[in-house]
């Protein structure tokens, strides 16, 4: 930190924050306890006059640092937004006097609250300085997109319209994937009552007449590496020739393979020709080209039936436990098939739920149900043939009984099962400075957490579902279409287009530096000191992004562009070497010290409270709008991630007498809120051993508390608070107080 | 028609469905039904059907020709219209239960001793004649309709309201003998036979 730091810091008055606070005791916390260079008033702040008052101190009197104590971080962020200088805030207004009572006795606690918090912001521009991004950028305007369905195909034309090269690989001989089997696809326009062409001719030809285009066919990736605006790919055919080249972003639409159907032997699978999956009756109808399907032994088909839900939505061994979305309209529009043809053909869908998703799902089974398909609430047993045609067994969940129908063809509904590589957490990792290809990888990245994006649950590749679903755990590689989740064509087309969109995001932020979601924009990433490093590795299991590499000699290797800038790294480092420009064990860590910690037989208790600033802060700051009140002990400090906490806060902590220390982070878990997907998680996971800490220190185990908490707990997220300041009373004051 | 009684039926074929959407008054719709059991949910009477609507829409769809047809289930319904309401499909199942019960009494399918088909009848054979419902003939009917003893016991307990209507001039003795009717009962007649005739030909038609 060479130059030298300025600190300014200016005291609103306005939102009746004058009212309620002394903002001239105030102004000499900051100058005197804090030490800021020019403290300053301001009747209005956020108003013009205010605002420039601040821009003139940048500009006339050098002040490089600059701490607002005034509403939260998260108000007023246009106006309090100024260019070349750390900013931090004091949160005034809904921190202290909105969760506070307007009365006179309440009015020492509340003073001291805001005291604290100029203080802390104060003190925290110290240990910030500007990010200077990073100086390595690269730009790429390339993207890579790993398989040629129509996920791939409608990613790569929607990325070359927006004029960025694209390069397909598909490992089989031809485009198209799964949906090029296909006869009709279901309906995406009004008024989505027939099958509709597959589109998948157009796609094709679209790809060829596009220059920006390039496809790499009968091929498949050998190696993956380096980082968002700068991949570098060996693309290897099958005959062994292998090409490498540079992309800024990738997109994976590797898609599905049909649930395998001979392992259900009770549905007759394997056993009669006739008894056929959906993607087999789909290719039957291409194959057919029109004409009226016949059964495998050449008869013309009289009557159908479709068995949903086979193999899946089940619990037992083997099956798949989840819905796959596409089939009970896929089954609609196949019986649609023979309706279509011939309206005497019967055609029976066996159901538990008929679930038909999208804006004409529900349109197009009333039209499957118009043209006579038979729709049927019931459970298969079994399928045996008999006499030369089809005993469906099955019982009748509405008339409940056990019955059964004969018919000359039989179509099962089999799930989808993601291409998503390999479970990196069931295979060895190479050791730093050696790569082998793994076949069953589709990506073989030769990142240090392994060679494919890591998956959540069911083989599916992990994206964040809730808030930025194209968003995998490894930043420039977006997954799309069924290897995401389960979907069907016009979803995937859907879904294709924002990966496409969100890949082009990642080429241009990682040519200015930036991070990716859900810090976009950010320009800090984390640096190492590598003298300090004990190479115990933790920084590199623990980084949810697989941003971190590791050299020969065992010592971290951070890739900025691939950082989500969420500091796990920092909160797992136990020698805490790692930090960010404007984040960092200091910036938090000197925070928390420099609150006034009264003594002991003041009754005023200290309770630290540590808030993911995506969820908790915004959940306590709502509160506060809706005037939920909460205790004046409380001094809670916004943190990137929960997974950023460092266990030295809260040893800290306890050691300067915070008589309790809550931490709020968000869902973890399968459904997991965190926005930096394993942050909570790995949080989680540090904290249970905090008990050691507290033994030590010959602490209550109750003094520190770890809570998940969602950006809709209004209520809850002070109750936590409040809380806390009871169990302190019921167990007293930490004896820690000097 | 008695061909047709004895017509097979395949389980979950369209066979029977079809015939109910040919000859049904409203029949059509039963394909539409999605099963929600709101209708079935939704009857004041639910509970006393042996099969509510919803059910009979998937016995319909399940080939069960014989069970629906000589179902005492149709004949429940009190068109309160409570369904037809709820639906979310919209059917008209109201309208659906009547042409049921219609078109089974015409089969002869119908249950004989179900008692608001055996009111029905007489209130429609009433009717027809002169082409407005003779209150006091009707009603007489009604009470000898479960035997005479029956009929007798039934009468004397109405007697006192019987009289009552004849103070206030709502019942005339004399309409027992001939009553009053519509002004031209032939053309009545000519519009009734013209109705059944297109009703005929259509089932002929789908028989044929
Ligand atoms: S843990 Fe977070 S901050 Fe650290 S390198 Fe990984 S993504 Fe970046
Ligand atoms: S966690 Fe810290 S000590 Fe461990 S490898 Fe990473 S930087 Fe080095
Ligand atoms: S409410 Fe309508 S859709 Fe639902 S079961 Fe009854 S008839 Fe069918």
Known sequence: MAEDIKIGAYICQGCGIGERVDTAQLAQVAQRDAKANIVKEHPFLCNAEGVKMIQDDIDNEGVNRVAICACSRRAKTDAFSFDNVAITRANLREGVIWIRPDTDEARETTQEMAEDYVRMAVTETKYMSLPTGDEETKYTPNLLVVGGGVSGMTAAIEAAKAGYSVAIIEKTGALGGAAANSWKRIPQRGPYADPEDTGVDALISEIEANDKITVHLNSTITKTSGAPGRFSVDITTESGSTVTENFGAIVQASGYKEYDASQLPEFGYGKSANVVTQAELDAMAKEANGAPLKTKDGKDVTSVAFIQCVGQRSDKEGHLPYCSGHCCSTSIKQAMYFKDANPDIDTNVIYTDLRTPGAGGEDFYRSGQRKGITFTKGEVSEVVESGGSLEVKFRDLILAEDTSEKVDLVVLATGQVANAGVNIEEVDQDEPGQFTVNVDSILNMDYRQGKDLPQLKYGFSDSHFICFPYETRRTGIYATGPVRRPMDMQQAIEDATGAAMKAIQAIENAAKGRAAHPRSGDLSFPHFRREGCTQCKRCTVECPFGAIDEDEQRFPVFNEERCRRCGTCMGACPVRVISFENYSVDSVGQQLKIVDIPDEFDEKPRILALACENDAYPALDMAAMNKVEYSAFVRVIPVRCLGSVNLIWITDALNSGYDGVVLMGCQKGENYQCHFVKGSEIAHIRMSKVDDTLQSLSLEPERVSVHEVAITDIERAPGIINEMAETIEKIGMSPFKF | ?208
């Not at chain 2, 054979?125 to 009707?138: A, Q, S, T, Y």
């Not at chain 2, 209507?165 to 032939?186: C, I, N, Q």
């Not at chain 2, 007649?189 to 028989?207: G, M, T």
């Open chain 2, 1 to 208: 028609m008695s061909n047709m009684n004895q017509a097979m039926v395949e389980k979950y074929r369209n066979d029977f469905l079809k015939e109910v959407k040919a000859n049904v008054e409203e029949g059509d719709w039963v394909q539409m039904c999605m099963q929600c059991g709101v209708c079935s949910g939704s009857c004041p009477f639910g509970p006393y059907w042996d099969h509510p609507p919803q059910e009979l829409f998937m016995m319909i769809r399940a080939g069960k020709r014989e069970e629906v047809l000589s179902s005492n289930s149709m004949w429940m319904c009190t068109s309160c219209y409570n369904c037809i309401a709820r639906c979310p499909r919209e059917l008209p199942i109201t309208h659906i239960m009547h042409g049921l019960a219609h078109y089974a009494d015409r089969l002869g399918l119908a249950p004989k001793e179900q008692p608001t088909r055996k009111f029905a009848n007489r209130f429609w054979d009433n009717l027809v004649k002169k082409g407005r419902v003779n209150e006091l003939k009707l009603g007489v009917s009604l009470y000898f309709m479960n035997g005479f003893i029956e009929g007798i016991k039934t009468a004397m307990a109405a007697a006192p309201l019987g009289m009552g209507m004849m103070k206030a001039k709502r019942l005339s003795p004399m309409e027992y003998f001939g009553g009053h009717g519509v002004k031209d009962s032939k053309g009545l007649d000519a519009i009734l036979k013209k109705a059944r005739q297109i009703e005929d030909e259509k089932i002929a038609k789908y028989n044929s």
